[in-house]
Nanobody, 124 residues
Framework: QVQLVESGGGLVQAGGSLRLSCAASGRTFSRYAMGWFRQAPGKEREFVATLNWTGGRTRYADSVKGRFTIARDNAKNTVYLQMNSLKPEDTAVYYC?????????????????WGQGTQVTVSS
């Protein structure tokens, strides 16, 4: 059982930055691949970024490459999403998720645990 709690969302102007955090429970957190997904109103949840359990390998959606950075601090049981150069189209609820089976997967259906989400709103 893993519990995930996102924080750090808010309102930011286009071109600005936010850092999202995902605090996880459990002593085995460091063995899980982690991912960030987002869901805009009226749209399906989509992949944003993922990294393996050591943090040494990452993958990003084309829409955020060069702007977003995913990282983890296993000592703190925390995953981060640094979001720079934000655009209005980045507006969504952002969710962190844990993949207990594999790594670097982008399919929302392959993740086992989910946080409650945090709202990110980017104004023009």
């Amino acid at each position: 059982q893993v519990q995930l709690v996102e924080s750090g969302g808010g309102l930011v102007q286009a071109g600005g930055s936010l850092r999202l955090s995902c605090a996880a429970s459990g002593r085995t957190f460091s063995r899980y691949a982690m991912g960030w997904f987002r869901q805009a109103p009226g749209k399906e949840r989509e992949f944003v970024a993922t990294l393996n359990w050591t943090g040494g390998r990452t993958r990003y959606a084309d829409s955020v490459k060069g702007r977003f950075t995913i990282a983890r601090d296993n000592a703190k049981n925390t995953v981060y999403l640094q979001m720079n150069s934000l655009k209005p189209e980045d507006t969504a609820v952002y969710y962190c998720a844990a993949d207990t089976v594999s790594r670097l997967r982008t399919d929302v259906t392959t993740y086992d645990y989910w946080g409650q989400g945090t709202q990110v709103t980017v104004s023009s």
